[in-house]
Nanobody, 115 residues
């Protein structure tokens, strides 16, 4: 199972980025729980958002109203639309997939928000 993440970069505060993560090699991908986590320097990895196979989402309080998580099961891809970005959103973002096959992580993509 491989998770390939795309879309990180450098953006000014108030700007937007969209991350995507495509899974391959997992026949249970369409029924998997998918999500994004992030880890800032010197801090523990934390949950950003998760989405069930049916589309139910959970967001960290710090990103509610600014980030939107969605998935396209036909493409085995999950998207994280990040709007109104703040400097405190700066971190390496990791996608995760949890299915009957196991828990898998993507390689991480850097998001840097300048003030």
């Amino acid at each position: 199972v491989q998770l390939q993440a795309y879309g990180g970069g450098l953006v000014q505060a108030g700007g937007s980025l969209r991350l995507s993560c495509t899974a391959s090699g997992d026949t249970f991908s369409r029924s998997a729980m998918k999500g994004w986590y992030r880890q800032a320097p010197g801090k523990q990895r934390e949950l950003v958002a998760t989405i069930t196979s049916g589309g139910t989402t959970i967001y960290a309080d710090s990103v509610k109203g600014r980030f939107t998580l969605s998935r396209d099961n036909a493409k085995n891809t999950v998207y994280l639309q990040m709007d109104s970005l703040k400097p405190e959103d700066t971190a390496v973002y990791y996608c995760q997939q949890s299915s009957m096959r196991g828990i898998y992580w993507g390689q991480g993509t850097q998001v840097t928000v300048s003030s």
